[in-house]
């Protein structure tokens, strides 16, 4: 492909070229570039040589939309389980794109501290409510896979096709390796040989969810996800489970086996997961972010809680009147009220 001569070079002008709304810019500094996949260069304004960005803006949603990432995702593209087993969900092409086609910007509130989260970019930003649909978009696993490349421009984050895109294909983007390896999406060259030692052995595969295993009988196992068979039931209380660890782990719950010591307080659990969670008290670590507005949570389960208030879901219900409120624990004092339990003993 020849390139135009640097006296014809198009001058910028969005009438003209059909540039981006978005890439009205000033001229670009080190920190402000454009990449051109095709011609693997980073060009001014637009690439000389295979011509100007066409731009799919995102769909509006009204102010404050809890759901703004699913919102704002354009006609042409639809969230469902991501192709890459495990990775959760992803963006697909519906009809297919044309390369040089470009959507953003990345969405999000800008962050200031230094927490690694797999919907941030390394600038600070953060994907939130606040964000729109690019938080789906996944990373390829290989350089053939990608199909985006992120580019900076300005302050903003977007993504642009590096080559034509099928129809049912997934958006796949590099996020460059130090990145990747700090989300665990690159292992460490040693974990690297390791698993490629185990690579060729994974051969059972689960149909539902494409999870790879190295042997039937984990294979086995890991179904029960799907079935929902619980053949392990604790003969005290009638809890029941897909796996004899997680039974053995529940038996401590009547053996009083606390195995889990803080060393802090002494504190003793019988799970290494409550330790852990004790051990924020001591901490203060509330790695739980809610990404509408920011709180921040020691547990999981406050956070889902908290999620609630923003999505208006209340899965706890009572039977007898229209209450009904995000926390079991509040259906159970609710409760009292048709029972005639006192409320304080
Ligand atoms: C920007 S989000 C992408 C959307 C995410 N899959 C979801 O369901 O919300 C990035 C996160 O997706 C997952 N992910 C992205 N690419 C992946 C890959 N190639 N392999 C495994 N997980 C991946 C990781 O959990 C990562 O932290």
Redesign the pocket.
Known sequence: MTSTPEKDKPEYSPKESNLASCMNMEPLDNNHFLYCGECNKEPEVHCPAHGPYNYIQDKEVPEGDPLKAEHTLPDCLEIKT?K???????VFSKEGLQSKIMFGPYGGAIITDNHK???CWKDGKE?TATSNW????????KEADTNLVALQNKEGIYYCTLKPVSPGEEL?VW?GVEF?RE?V?IRDKNSQKHTKIHKGKRQYKCEVCGLLCKHSSILKIHMRIHSGERPYMCDKCGFACNKSSTLKTHMRTHSGERLFKCEVCGHACNKSGNLKNHMRMHTGERPYICEVCGKTYKLRDNLKTHIMKHTGERPYKCEICDYSCTRSCDLKTHMKKHTGERLHK
């Open positions: 991501s890459i087993a495990g990775a959760g969900l992803g989260s797999g919907y994907a690019m938080r789906y978009v996944n990373c390829a696993m796949l996020y990747s989300l999406l």
